[in-house]
Nanobody, 122 residues
Framework: QVQLVESGGGLVQAGGSLRLSCAASERRFLDYAMGWFRQAPGKAREFLARIDWSGGTTSYADSVKGRFTIDRDNAKNTVYLQMNKLTPEDTATYYC???????????????WGQGTQVTVSS
């Protein structure tokens, strides 16, 4: 079973940047596609970005395209989410997830981290 631990969240001013990390415990990390999602209070879980096992293919939600970048370091069993030009609307709990399907649907991911809070002040 894959265990995922996110880090890097915090408080940032609008226009700032954060880099989230997600460390996986499983050496079979290479077998999984990885995704980042977020959820704000009272809102549905939102897909943000995904990356295939090799890191060669990525996909983004329109809401973050051009501002967020997903990448992975398989030698470190870690996936990252670089977030630039943050706005208060980006405030949410951010989750990484792993799965064997190539999907932007949260229900298709098998393992989830505990989440890391991102708060963007205006």
């Amino acid at each position: 079973q894959v265990q995922l631990v996110e880090s890097g969240g915090g408080l940032v001013q609008a226009g700032g940047s954060l880099r989230l990390s997600c460390a996986a415990s499983e050496r079979r990390f290479l077998d999984y596609a990885m995704g980042w999602f977020r959820q704000a209070p009272g809102k549905a879980r939102e897909f943000l970005a995904r990356i295939d096992w090799s890191g060669g293919t990525t996909s983004y939600a329109d809401s973050v395209k051009g501002r967020f970048t997903i990448d992975r370091d398989n030698a470190k069993n870690t996936v990252y989410l670089q977030m630039n030009k943050l706005t208060p609307e980006d405030t949410a709990t951010y989750y990484c997830a792993s799965g064997t399907r190539w999907s932007d649907q949260w229900r298709h991911y098998d393992y989830w981290g505990q989440g890391t809070q991102v708060t963007v002040s205006s």
